[in-house]
């Protein structure tokens, strides 16, 4: 399994700090992300079409491996529905 990161509780704080942290150990990625009208926004710098789909196997199979053991800890939702 790869390096898994639950960033938590300010979420979008923590991936900027993350991303700054790392930005010059960064040579590919993808990344998707949820809006809040429902659309996905997906992003993505890699150098193949392989690489693109190797990383998300890996996202894939990760998600599984935590949800499996226990360990996946998805956002809560506020009384607002956000």
Excluded: C
Excluded at 21 to 36: C, L
């Amino acid at each position: 399994m790869g390096e898994v990161k639950r960033i938590y509780p300010e979420s979008k704080t923590g991936l900027i700090n993350w991303i700054e942290q790392n930005f010059h150990d960064i040579d590919e990625f993808i990344f998707i992300a949820q809006m809040k009208d429902n659309t996905s926004m997906f992003i993505y710098d890699t150098y193949s079409y392989r690489n693109a789909l190797g990383m998300l196997e890996i996202a894939k199979d990760n998600t599984h491996t935590l949800a499996h053991d226990g360990e996946f800890i998805p956002k809560r939702r506020n009384e607002h529905g956000n």
